[in-house]
C-alpha cells in the first residue's frame, strides 16, 4: 500500500489567523463607520442621507462580510484518519 504524507499547503488556516483576518475587516467597516458620522456632522442639506445610511447599515454589514472572510480562502484537504497498519 503506498502512503501519502500530507502536505503543509493542504492544512487549513490556523484559527488565530482566521481571527485576525475577520477582526480586520470587521476593524475596517467601523472604522469607515465612524468616517460616515462624522461626514454626517460637517455635510449640509440632503448629502446627509447617503453618510446616515451607511453609518445605520454597516454594522450590520460588518458583521456578515467578516464572517464570510473564511469562505473564500482555499479549502482544506481532507482529513486522514488515523490508523494502525497490520504487518
Known amino acids: 500500500m503506498k502512503h501519502e504524507t500530507p502536505s503543509l499547503t493542504e492544512l487549513p488556516t490556523s484559527h488565530s489567523d482566521e481571527l485576525k483576518k ?4 470587521y476593524s475596517i467597516i467601523m472604522g469607515l463607520r ?8 460637517v455635510v449640509p442639506g440632503w448629502w446627509k442621507v447617503a453618510p446616515a445610511i451607511f453609518a445605520v447599515f454597516s454594522s450590520y454589514f460588518a458583521v456578515i462580510i467578516a464572517n464570510a472572510v473564511g469562505m473564500f480562502s482555499k479549502p482544506a484537504g481532507q482529513v486522514q484518519k488515523p490508523t494502525r497498519e497490520l504487518e
Request: proline letters at 0%; charged letters at 10%.
Open 22 to 25: 475577520r477582526m480586520t475587516v
Open 34 to 41: 465612524v468616517l460616515s458620522i462624522l461626514i454626517f456632522l
